[in-house]
């Protein structure tokens, strides 16, 4: 821990753990990829994958982890995988606008 952070890796670990054992994605088959380098908008992040059967459609989303000034964050992103067109203007917008200050 650095300045009040938690560790992403550690932090990825316990972010999984809540996920699997949330009443909405406990029967999901959640499934998670490897954690790896990534951005969001100009935020250097790691990033896990994951894909989810929630009401029979399948999810698919991806969660970034980072530090920023003393606290560390997450963000996760979901969506329906056959909406995945309709919805990249909407989070392409949230993306290019987020700010921490």
């Not at 935020?43 to 994951?50: E, G, R, W």
Request: aromatic fraction near 10%.
């Amino acid at each position: 821990m650095v300045n009040g952070e938690i560790d992403l890796n550690e932090w990825i670990l316990i972010y999984q753990n809540e996920l699997v054992n949330n009443i909405i994605y406990k029967n999901s088959n959640l499934d998670f990829t490897d954690s790896g380098k990534d951005h969001y908008n100009d935020i250097d992040t790691t990033s896990i994958q994951f894909t989810a059967s929630i009401l029979r459609l399948e999810h698919e989303g991806v969660i970034h982890f980072f530090h920023k000034g003393d606290k560390t964050f997450a963000l996760l992103k979901q969506q329906v995988i056959e909406d995945n067109l309709v919805n990249k203007p909407d989070f392409d917008l949230i993306e290019e606008n987020f700010r921490i200050n």
